[in-house]
């Protein structure tokens, strides 16, 4: 939801260093938006944030620095947001340092996530249920 759409090919290539980018979630399972909800939607027990070195594709780019985050039983899609941000926060200058580095060199992804959009009304409604349920009934 915060994103900014693709970057055109001409202007990656005319960032020195590559241009960096946060992705709210770990690409190799989730791609798209919105940030936790699908992580949330499909009973994940983690959630993963990225500083990608941007390449051309959609949340397809360099990992450069990742953290992954417990997700609590009573976490909720702002509560879970809220984590993530916090706690991706010093992601961005332990990125820059290492690609400042004239020997850094940034790995591929090995396998890129299915690529999520914004729920439908029934999906959004399904989690808000769920997101109760478990505040609920978890202690």
Excluded: C
């Excluded at 983690?46 to 594709?57: F, H, I, P, R, S």
């Excluded at 984590?83 to 290492?98: E, F, G, P, V």
């Excluded at 997101?131 to 609920?136: G, M, P, T």
């Amino acid at each position: 939801m915060n994103g900014f759409g693709i970057i055109k090919k001409s202007l990656l290539k005319a960032a020195k260093s590559g241009i960096l980018s946060y992705h709210h979630g770990d690409m190799r399972k989730y791609r798209g938006m919105p940030p936790g909800f699908w992580e949330l939607y499909n009973n994940e027990s983690e959630m993963g944030a990225t500083v990608q070195l941007l390449n051309a594709g959609l949340d397809k780019g360099f990992p450069v620095e990742e953290i992954k985050l417990q997700i609590y039983r009573r976490d909720t899609l702002n509560s879970l947001n809220r984590r993530i941000y916090q706690n991706s926060t010093k992601m961005m200058t332990a990125a820059l340092i290492k690609i400042l580095n004239p020997n850094y060199r940034p790995l591929a992804l090995e396998r890129v996530g299915k690529l999520y959009t914004l729920p439908n009304f029934r999906q959004y409604i399904f989690l808000r249920i769920k997101i109760l349920y478990r505040k609920l009934f978890t202690i």
